[in-house]
């Protein structure tokens, strides 16, 4: 899987893992579900299925505005995370990290910000 350099460390993308997950699993499932979204913010969950057990489960929270992305794909973004991170948990793709590239770059964008403030 490829990888992305973030302050050092190696991480995976989400459509890395995606691609890998569809490679070794061809039949498992990706199901995700909006736990919570109101007053901009929003809450995911996924699951990841694999022959009709439930192998993983994770959860992914943003806030809209919080970073440049989240100003208009906040939504987007939470559910990409809840991907990455459940497919993490399941073991794909976490040389380094459970986190995905994604997530990392978010919280360090996110981090710059705080401290610019």
């Known amino acids: 899987m490829e990888k992305i350099q973030i302050q ?5 993308t ?14 498992g499932q ?12 929003v809450m995911f969950q996924c699951k990841i299925i694999v022959d009709g057990v ?3 489960t994770a959860h992914a929270y943003e806030k809209e505005g919080s970073s440049f992305i989240n ?4 939504i987007e973004n939470c559910e990409t995370s809840a991907v ?3 497919l993490g948990l399941f073991g794909i793709g976490i040389d380094t990290s459970i986190a995905s590239a994604e997530e990392v770059g978010n919280a360090v964008k ?8």
């Open 84 to 86: 990455g991170r459940a």
């Open 30 to 41: 990706i199901l995700n579900q909006v736990m919570a979204n109101a007053d901009g913010q």
């Open 54 to 56: 439930l192998v993983s």
């Open 110 to 117: 996110q981090q710059a910000e705080d401290f610019q403030l």
């Open 14 to 27: 989400v459509n890395e893992r995606i691609k890998e997950f569809r490679k070794l699993h061809p039949q």
């Open 71 to 74: 100003k208009t794909s906040y």
């Open 8 to 12: 050092g460390k190696d991480y995976i």
